[in-house]
């Protein structure tokens, strides 16, 4: 065999294993990718996490069942606001702003003296002034949570 026989059968066996590395990497990032994205699967109004750093940080309310070592969440995205840009101001301890004299829970704005259900499930939510909320002190669970029937 000559020298130009040789060439041509390394690069052959070059060109297939440059196609078996992608073949390689590309599982390898697909596997990455399904990780970093977790399939969250749905129970009732909540998206159910098994990996605690999958959980979003933000309007995010999550009960930890022990029993089946599942995280349960609900999320919220924050009610449009009625009064001027100048006038809205942060509520403490929430990702959503408030206007003078409201308050919010769950991205559910409501007013001063106004009580609703807390985004929990199980307990009430009092304003009792501009940003601040007090509430009953109920422990929740995941039925509750995210309005399944309780067993």
């Known amino acids: 065999m000559t020298s130009y026989h040789f060439e041509k059968i390394f690069y052959k066996i070059q060109m297939k294993m440059k196609i078996a590395v992608h073949a390689i990497v ?3 990032i697909s596997l ?3 990780e970093i994205i977790e399939a969250t699967e749905k129970f009732y109004d909540c998206n159910v996490y098994t990996n605690e750093e999958n959980i979003p940080t933000e ?3 999550c009960v930890n069942d022990i029993l089946d070592n599942k995280f349960y969440c609900k999320s919220w995205e ?3 606001l009625e009064c001027p840009l100048d006038q809205q101001l942060p509520q403490k301890g929430d990702d959503c702003s408030i206007c003078p004299d409201t308050c919010t829970n769950g991205g559910r704005l409501f007013n001063k003296g106004e009580r609703i259900p807390c985004i929990d499930g199980s307990n ?10 007090i509430s009953t002190r109920r422990g929740t669970n995941k039925f ?3 309005g399944a029937p309780v067993p």
């Open 26 to 28: 590309c599982f390898f």
């Open 78 to 80: 924050c009610e449009a």
């Open 59 to 61: 309007s995010t309310y």
């Open 124 to 133: 009430k939510c009092t304003c009792i002034s501009t940003g601040t909320v």
């Open 32 to 34: 990455c990718f399904f």
């Open 144 to 146: 509750w949570l995210c």
